[in-house]
């Protein structure tokens, strides 16, 4: 078949687990030990299918079937516009109906070519507030370290550290300190290559900012994300106050409700990484956004947490921006989803070349999800 429908949508939550419970950031609770991301398998009548993150509706989802695959895909320009919604679902199925990784696909769009085996730089963003019920700044030092260590045997080699502590949960000055410590000892355990990463939440204000990054010079910070609410006349000062201090540190910014004219202030060289979300841009946006970052010279890291397979679907697009800098991983296992294709081994993520995503769907765990909480379509 040149050009077969869709006969065939099935939706349904699954739940999984990170290694160890997450705690909190500068604005939110606990983030808890919890994935669930639901996943939409689309079946064609030659009997291929795909699956991938979806939060798209019954409702969304009817129209959708009975439409031939070329209609809403296209191996120039990916997924249409009018069937966004279904992005990484399409995405999968086009790699499984034409026997490719969907990291080739999404390379030819914007006319690159991938190396094999093909991999992905990394970091670990697991390094949340663990340590609010600790005394001291000591025992929290310790803590975070030993985590971050954890990073390491499983292969990291970037790390990034939710800082803010004093914005919400603790004291300002006693968090602020807290921060500091933290971010030192975490250095001092993955010792001086490897890239740590600063992300506030917004937690911070600009002299707040200054503060953390004079205090932790000698650790190298490679960014600081989500200082403060952006604000291109804050960004200019701490982007002067940078260059002053002789430090290196790269401002990143995006992964929120962003300001619409972030990337403007990020082409007039005040943010130097975006960082839209990968589920929330999506993956065909994100192939464009990137093409335009790339010719203003800006870097790609494309936020995700939360949705496990985020962790797998944003190595995809390592290939196809130039300037594509780390896939957020947070590492976690969810039953019915087989990603035993993937590892990480010195901060690069070995993805398989396999087509679609190269992740499986276990049967038994999808229908049951289908049955509990979910819908078929047919």
Request: negative net charge.
């Amino acid at each position: 078949m040149e050009n077969p429908r869709i006969t065939r949508i099935e939706a349904g939550r699954l739940e999984g687990k990170r290694p160890r419970n997450a705690g909190s950031n500068a604005r939110l609770g606990e983030h808890g030990i919890a994935v669930r991301p639901r996943i939409v398998r689309l079946t064609l009548e030659d009997g291929t299918t795909g699956f991938g993150a979806c939060g798209a509706s019954r409702m969304q989802a009817e129209p959708l079937l009975g439409k031939p695959i070329h209609d809403l895909f296209s191996p120039q320009a990916g997924v249409s516009e009018p069937a966004l919604p279904f992005d990484y679902p399409l995405w999968d199925l086009a790699g499984k109906l034409y026997g490719q990784p969907v990291y080739e696909l999404a390379a030819r769009v914007n006319g690159r070519t991938v190396e094999k085996p093909y991999r992905a730089p990394c970091y670990d963003t697991s390094l949340y507030f663990d340590d609010l019920h600790l005394g001291t700044e000591a025992e929290a030092a310790r803590l975070l370290a030993q985590e971050a260590r954890e990073g390491y045997e499983r292969g990291h080699r970037a790390f990034k550290i939710k800082v803010g502590r004093g914005a919400r949960h603790l004291p300002l000055e006693e968090g602020t300190r807290r921060d500091i410590a933290i971010v030192r000892a975490v250095r001092e355990a993955v010792g001086p290559d490897a890239p740590i990463l600063l992300d506030a939440n917004n937690g911070y204000n600009l002299n707040l900012t200054k503060r953390v990054l004079d205090e932790t010079a000698e650790c190298g910070i490679f960014w600081m994300e989500e200082a403060f609410h952006e604000d291109p006349v804050l960004y200019r000062d701490l982007k002067e106050w940078i260059s002053s201090r002789g430090l290196s540190v790269l401002i990143a910014d995006g992964e929120g409700q962003a300001s619409p004219t972030l990337v403007d202030w990020a082409r007039d060289g005040l943010v130097d990484v975006i960082q839209y979300d990968i589920f929330g841009h999506g993956f065909t946006r994100w192939l464009r956004t990137g093409r335009q970052l790339d010719e203003w010279v800006i870097r790609s890291a494309p936020h995700h947490y939360g949705g496990h397979i985020g962790n797998y679907a944003a190595c995809h697009l390592a290939g196809a921006i130039e300037r594509f800098t780390y896939v957020e991983w947070d590492e976690a296992e969810t039953p019915g989803i087989d990603a035993s294709g993937y590892s990480i081994d010195e901060g690069w993520v070995c993805v398989p070349d396999a087509p679609g995503f190269g992740l499986e769907l276990e049967e038994e765990a999808f229908q049951r999800a289908v049955a509990e909480n979910g819908f078929t379509l047919a």
